[in-house]
């Protein structure tokens, strides 16, 4: 299926390994010109010189998407995107008696208004192109929330409540946003995040992999490609009557009907 969108702009955050990788990458086999952002310039290059491959442009940006600074070399490099893909690492998993207002602020900041203030700056352009797509990578765990993951849960539960209302004033001028709700893939921060719980378990890493994905009806862990072209599907010119939506990628591990 031709997607519509080659030639057009997209702007992805934390694109140089894991999931927002996987979307610079889908977009780009699509023919979309990447600006993509990360903090490590080493794995952001490298990634750049694969995505060149596709023939697109691309532009790398070393910068830390969640502050003041990093959203404006973002914006100087990007200004005016068609598609837009936030994303940011979660905070550190733990027990809430453990975190303090500073642990709670740098989540919201992260996971909430980082994404708010990207969208901020780029939705009325889409709007007076009549065209944009707007994509959060969020967690599964919005839908079912993780206890020792309550920094994330918090955080972008909020960002999820704001996408909700706003989703519904632009989709009229073919502008979009839809979150993306990851399950367990195979990323640095499964990883952290595993390792965590195998350590506060006593159990070892392999044990807890077993576990993990014995959980996931689908036996087996994501691909981020499978994550990536879903992405490249909302960005989709056939996705103009998809809004506001909280699209779940677990592998049927979440046990809800709706």
Not at 96 to 108: G, H, K, P, V, Y
Not at 229 to 254: H, K, M, P, W
Request: aromatic share 4%; with cysteine; glycine share 10%.
């Amino acid at each position: 299926m031709d997607l519509g969108i080659k030639g057009k702009k997209a702007l992805v955050c934390a694109a140089s390994k894991g999931l927002g990788r996987a979307c610079a990458m889908s977009l780009a086999r699509e023919g979309v010109n990447v600006t993509i952002l990360a903090r490590g310039q080493d794995a952001l290059e490298q990634t750049a010189a694969e995505l060149r491959r596709f023939g697109v442009e691309v532009t790398a940006v070393a910068a830390d998407v969640t502050t003041p600074a990093g959203r404006a070399a973002a914006h100087a490099a990007c200004p005016d995107p068609d598609i837009l893909v936030n994303n940011a690492g979660g905070p550190p998993p733990g027990d809430f008696r453990n975190w303090s207002r500073e642990d709670w602020i740098r989540a919201l900041d992260a996971n909430m208004l980082t994404p708010i203030e990207l969208i901020k700056a780029t939705v009325d352009t889409m709007i007076a192109r009549r065209f944009g797509r707007i994509v959060n990578i969020t967690s599964g765990a919005v839908k079912h929330p993780i206890p020792h993951l309550g920094l994330s849960n918090g955080a972008r539960a909020g960002l999820t409540g704001f996408v909700a209302g706003l989703a519904r004033q632009t989709v009229a001028h073919n502008v979009t946003i839809n979150n993306l709700l990851p399950g367990f893939f195979e990323t640095d921060r499964n990883l952290t995040t595993m390792t965590a719980m195998a350590k506060s378990r006593g159990i070892s890493m392999e044990e807890m992999k077993a576990e993990r994905v014995q959980s996931i009806p689908a036996h087996r862990q994501g691909i981020p490609s499978e994550f990536g072209d879903l992405c490249a599907y909302v960005c989709s010119a056939q996705a103009g009557f998809i809004t506001g939506q909280n699209l779940l990628i677990d592998g049927g591990a979440y046990p809800g009907t709706l």
